[in-house]
């Protein structure tokens, strides 16, 4: 009896084992159908920027960017610097660097440094019947002998080479785009230029995402668009706010970032260059 007894408890725990079993296979293919359902059901991300490169780049404003303001499908800049004639998206752990005439202070582009690699941003006004990149990029092949052609990412792309302080040469990659009456320029230098990896990457999809704003201000061929020291999106909003203030009498209205009194040629305002989110730029002057 007691041996009858072993035995059927020893069948009832392997009948109980090989059911487990099932119930785990059939939750194993239930989760699996539901992962493959959900991956049917989410839709694709864009990507930024052509995935091949091209000799001509196709897309700008419908699929692709750097952006202009008044494009349809243009992303939302709200959470973007704002530096006069174009938006810089957010990028954790850049490095903003400002450039300025020294005598006038009037800013005239910005380089953004991303682990070893670099991008030189600049914004020209251009014809309305016709893009600038083609002429400037022959004007570039036609000055420097050592400067070349190559499909890229974002069309015909130039590789120039750089003579630093000290005689030391460096390799960069010339890009531009043209948009209704600009033309984005981008100078990538280090890994960047040369080399893909997540650096490179990471910068096409950074000048990809800009979002231009030309003006109406009359600009001949060529003029960089006027630009102005960097505008935090908080400060952005307290200029709003200012301005709705001002428009509805409400001279009482807290506003931040205000000044206290009248402002005089002794006052400073301090650039923030951070976002709620962490460090979106450390700017460099």
Same mark, same amino acid.
């Given at each position: ?15 109980? %084992? ?71 998206? $957010? ?57 070349? %052609? ?45 080399? %893909? ?19 109406? %201000? ?44 009248? $402002? ?16 979106? $730029?450390?700017?460099?002057?």
């Amino acid at each position: 009896m007691g041996l009858f007894g072993f035995g059927r408890k020893k069948r009832e725990a392997k009948e109980a %084992e090989e059911i487990k079993e099932a119930e785990d296979l059939g939750a194993v293919r239930t989760e699996a159908e539901e992962d493959e359902s959900a991956a049917e059901t989410q839709p694709e991300q864009t990507p930024a920027f052509p995935p091949a490169p091209s000799a001509a780049y196709e897309g700008r404003g419908e699929v692709y960017g750097p952006w202009d303001v008044n494009d349809e499908d243009v992303p939302d800049y709200d959470e973007y610097l704002d530096l006069g004639s174009y938006y810089l998206p $957010f990028l954790l752990g850049i490095q903003l660097r400002i450039k300025a005439n020294r005598k006038t202070g009037q800013v005239l582009g910005a380089t953004v440094t991303f682990g070893a690699s670099s991008l030189e941003i600049e914004a020209f006004a251009a014809p309305k019947t016709m893009g600038l990149w083609d002429d400037m990029r022959a004007d570039l092949l036609a000055a420097n002998e050592k400067a070349t %052609e190559k499909e890229g990412v974002f069309g015909t792309e130039i590789m120039l080479p750089v003579t630093l302080k000290g005689g030391r040469s460096v390799m960069t990659r010339v890009v531009g785009i043209d948009g209704p009456r600009w033309m984005l320029r981008g100078v990538f230098s280090g890994r960047a230029a040369v080399a %893909e990896g997540p650096e490179t990457d990471a910068l096409n999809k950074f000048f990809a995402d800009i979002v231009v704003e030309r003006g109406d %201000e009359p600009l001949a061929p060529r003029d960089l668009i006027p630009m102005h020291p960097p505008v935090t999106p908080k400060q952005r909003r307290a200029a709003e706010q200012a301005a709705e203030a001002a428009e509805q009498g409400d001279d009482k209205r807290d506003v931040p970032g205000k000044p206290k009194g009248p $402002f005089d040629s002794d006052q400073q305002v301090q650039v923030e260059t951070t976002l709620s989110r962490g460090p979106m $730029f450390s700017e460099v002057r």
